[in-house]
């Protein structure tokens, strides 16, 4: 009996100790759910690191600031307590990588400072455009590195109703100037876009470049059509492997084996003519080229592929370039301020290229283009000849080229053309 006696109370005890082990208690419960929130609410989140193109900034300090004239990189540097030494160091290393001389006045910059009296700089990140930048690493050992920001596409849709000219409608849009020139490039050998109507009106998809939000090109005109004089003027990007080109719905070419224009889209301030009164010579005389004012220093293009003739300077042409493009056609490109580099006797360049810069050079009064155009051995009006197209889409692209067109075109036909009261509209995708 005392051994089942003693065997109880030992269960009893075992139960007991059970039952306070594993039974939960309402009271301790919440109040160990109390404390846990609180030890929660006490934690202490660590903030993400801050980089600048890699470089930490946080317990920095960074300047902002563009470049001043006649302020070269040493001036910068040492302004923030960087050594001769290390200046030249870094000039060194600069090579291949970036020209320090190209370094451009009101280009910004941004220097990654500490925080002492002296703003002593870590590192300097200079930016010769929208994309680029270059970093000049200034401690341990210097060096330079080059980088690009991150470009995005978006797709963008616009119509516009012209009551002036294409330029103003897409300046009063708030669109970029680039639009108009792209425009004017795909339908150049439709439209002459310097004698629009008013009333004339257009749609256009097209692709525009972003960097951190800030739109800085067009990547390309996806789709357009433009009614001109009442006829509609429908284009289509499509690559079929020999690059960029300009469709109409039945697959012909809208672009011929030359660009209409040797600048981009500008002013023709003189046309092609027999008889013209010259504003320097003051006299009547024939004018066998076609003139496009535009500001000194703008870009001139040679029109097609060939090969350079003539680049030098002569008494009224100013700096000229002569390009022959094969045993039918050559152009010629006079008053340039300055010919552009590797233009000689025999380089050889491509439809596009820039070739020289706009100026006044010569016999010439106000800055332009005189862009002259030869025939078979004759000089001709350049906007008035025939150029064959560029090659149609092909027969085994035909059907995949029509899918496109067929979506592109849906997507055109849903753009409404604003109103008379509201000359344009836009969006994106």
């Known amino acids: 009996m005392k051994l089942f006696y003693w065997l109880g109370i030992v269960l009893l005890v075992i139960a007991s100790i059970a039952i ?17 929130e609180q030890e929660v609410d006490t934690l202490v989140v660590i903030p993400e ?3 600048l193109h890699g470089i930490p900034i946080d317990s920095m300090q960074v300047v902002h600031s563009t470049i001043n004239a006649n302020q070269y990189l040493s001036d910068i540097l040492a302004s923030h307590n960087v050594s001769k030494e290390t200046i030249h160091d870094l000039s060194t290393r600069a090579k291949g990588v970036f020209d320090l001389r190209k370094m451009g006045v009101h280009k910004p910059y941004d220097i990654v400072c500490y925080t002492d009296s002296l703003m002593t700089a870590k590192a300097m990140v200079y930016y010769p455009n929208d994309v680029d930048y270059v970093i000049f690493h200034l401690e341990d050992s210097a ?6 920001k991150q470009i995005s596409i978006e797709e963008r849709t616009a119509s516009g109703l012209i009551q002036s000219s294409l330029a103003v ?3 009063e849009m708030g669109l970029s100037p680039v639009l108009t020139n792209d425009l004017a490039d795909v339908f150049a050998w439709q439209i002459d876009f310097f004698r629009l109507y008013p009333g004339d009106r257009f749609k256009v998809i097209y692709d525009e470049e972003l960097v951190e939000g800030k739109q800085i090109g067009i990547k ?9 004089n009442g006829f509609e003027y429908y284009a289509y990007y499509y690559d079929q492997g020999t690059g960029i080109d300009y469709f109409d ?7 011929k084996a030359f660009l209409k224009y040797p600048v981009k889209f500008s002013r023709i301030s003189s046309r092609y003519s027999g008889n013209r009164y010259h504003p320097v010579q003051k006299r009547y005389k024939a004018h066998k080229g076609t003139d496009f004012a535009a500001p000194k220093g703008t870009p001139i293009r040679t029109v097609g592929d060939g090969v350079v003739v003539e680049a030098q300077y002569s008494k009224y042409n100013g700096n000229y370039v002569k390009i022959k493009h094969n045993s039918m056609y050559s152009t010629q490109y006079l008053h340039m301020s300055k010919i552009a580099s590797g233009m000689r006797p025999g380089a050889h360049v491509k439809q596009g290229q820039t070739i020289g810069f706009v100026g006044s050079t010569g016999l010439a009064n106000g800055n332009h283009v005189c862009y002259r155009f030869w025939k078979g051995g004759y000089q001709v009006d350049a906007l008035k000849v025939q150029i064959p197209a560029s090659e149609p889409i092909k027969e085994e692209a035909m059907d995949d080229f029509q899918l496109a067109v067929a979506a592109l075109k849906i997507q055109l036909n849903t753009i409404p ?4 009261t ?8």
């Open 422 to 429: 509201q000359p344009a509209s836009f969006g994106g995708k």
């Open 169 to 171: 409608t897409i300046e």
């Open 220 to 228: 390309k005109i996806k789709a357009a059509v433009f009614e001109h």
């Open 249 to 255: 719905e039945e697959g012909k070419s809208l672009r």
């Open 20 to 36: 306070y082990l594993f039974v939960p208690r309402q009271g301790n419960f919440e109040e160990e759910t109390e404390a846990y």
């Open 143 to 148: 060096y330079v590195e080059a980088g690009s």
């Open 49 to 51: 690191p801050t980089f």
């Open 417 to 420: 053309y604003p109103s008379q």
